[in-house]
């Protein structure tokens, strides 16, 4: 039910970013709204802790490595 909300949900807000001009609403506003919005659906499931869990983990990985990496670059140039 949620993913079948949050597809419609994309649809119309990729469907107004397109409909720029016609509409009179910037590209950044109908973006954030439409994120903001499937962040709220994606919020609202069952199992949102668990998957903010594993994505922080992920990011935390790649944000660690990055900073190791750039600090041997760093040291070495």
């Not at 962040?39 to 190791?68: N, P, Y």
Request: glycine share 6%; hydrophobic share 60%; aromatic share 6%.
């Amino acid at each position: 039910m949620l993913s079948a909300l949050g597809l419609v949900v994309f649809i119309l807000g990729y469907a107004a970013i397109a409909a720029e001009h016609k509409i009179k609403v910037s590209k950044t506003a109908t973006a954030l709204l439409t994120g903001v919005t499937l962040w709220l659906l994606a919020a609202t499931s069952k199992d949102v802790t668990q998957d903010l869990t594993h994505s922080g983990s992920e990011i935390f990985d790649i944000v660690m490595f990055l900073l190791a990496a750039m600090s041997l670059v760093e040291i070495l140039v």
